[in-house]
């Protein structure tokens, strides 16, 4: 029988792997310890109550923006902002079309 090797079973385990490679790698500093504590805090969280949506969405965001950190602590701020244009865009689009504006005089 083949034996199973060891996967991190919870967004826990997960998230610290991430979080090790990322050191090992260079990419965090000091300061992004607030950051690297509010990752794991929500990794916690959505193992607790994984049905809960928005904290899937906020785990999400928060891991994305670690995993965006640079050897030198900055985020890409052109890459975020081309992120929001692009989710504020695709709701725009997603409204229902409507009808030619008609003048009431």
Same mark, same amino acid.
């Given at each position: =029988?083949?034996?199973?090797?060891?996967? +991190?079973?919870?967004n826990v385990?997960?998230?610290? %792997?991430?979080? /090790?490679?990322?050191?090992?790698?260079?990419?965090?500093? +000091?300061? !992004?310890?607030?950051? &690297?504590?509010? &990752?794991?805090?929500? %990794?916690?969280?959505? !193992?607790? /109550? +994984?049905?809960? %949506?928005?904290?899937?969405?906020?785990?999400?965001?928060?891991?994305?923006?670690? =995993?965006?950190? @640079?050897? !030198?602590?900055?985020?890409?701020?052109? @890459?975020?902002?081309?992120?929001?244009?692009? %989710?504020?865009s695709?709701?725009?689009? /997603?409204?229902?079309?409507?009808? +030619?504006?008609?003048?009431?005089?």
């Open positions: =029988m083949a034996r199973r090797t060891s996967v +991190p079973s919870s385990a997960a998230a610290q %792997a991430t979080v /090790d490679e990322l050191h090992k790698l260079g990419r965090l500093e +000091p300061v !992004d310890g607030a950051l &690297v504590r509010a &990752v794991l805090t929500l %990794a916690a969280a959505v !193992d607790d /109550d +994984p049905g809960h %949506a928005s904290l899937w969405k906020e785990y999400r965001g928060a891991l994305e923006l670690l =995993m965006g950190r @640079g050897g !030198d602590g900055k985020v890409d701020e052109f @890459g975020a902002l081309l992120e929001r244009l692009d %989710a504020m695709a709701e725009v689009g /997603d409204a229902a079309p409507r009808g +030619p504006k008609v003048s009431r005089r």
